[in-house]
């Protein structure tokens, strides 16, 4: 073993970052959901997606400890991929009763997962991104937020 590959991999740049997110976030489907809520403590499902370029929705039962939680704090984390190549969202969650969800992204999200227009004691979730922080190994923990306070970066932070 050469002392040149046991170095790290070149971090990506702040826009090959951004750019990786947002195909992930097309193109993948499945994600891990955690909230927690005032004496609720936290809770983690997995769950299917769509993004829309700004918003993912998602769709869990009505009367689930995921729903109680977001009801008392509407805020959300989301993990993306695997522990070797992760997207992290922080998010604002809306909770969007299913005869008021717009078609177009009830549909959307239909061609991911069940329908939950079909299924009765459901609701859908709308998670607004704030904070977004991709990396795919330690090399890349410095620089890894791409989106802070709901806004693209232009300039790394970390």
Wanted: hydrophobic share 40%; proline share 8%.
């Amino acid at each position: 073993m050469t002392a040149e590959s046991m170095q790290p991999p070149t971090p990506r740049t702040l826009a090959q970052r951004r750019a990786d997110a947002l195909k992930r976030l097309e193109s993948n489907h499945q994600m891990w959901l955690a909230t927690a809520g005032d004496g609720l403590g936290p809770h983690l499902i997995p769950v299917s997606y769509t993004w829309n370029t700004t918003t993912l929705t998602t769709a869990t039962f009505e009367h689930s400890r995921t729903v109680a939680n977001l009801r008392a704090t509407q805020r959300a984390r989301v993990a993306i991929g695997d522990t070797a190549d992760v997207i992290m969202i922080d998010a604002t969650a809306s909770l969007i009763p299913v005869d008021e969800i717009d078609p177009t992204a009830a549909d959307g999200y239909a061609r991911v997962s069940h329908d939950p227009r079909t299924m009765p004691g459901f609701v859908y979730i709308q998670l607004a991104p704030q904070r977004i922080q991709v990396w795919n190994g330690f090399h890349e923990f410095p620089g890894r937020t791409v989106m802070a306070d709901g806004q693209w970066l232009e300039l790394p932070i970390d």
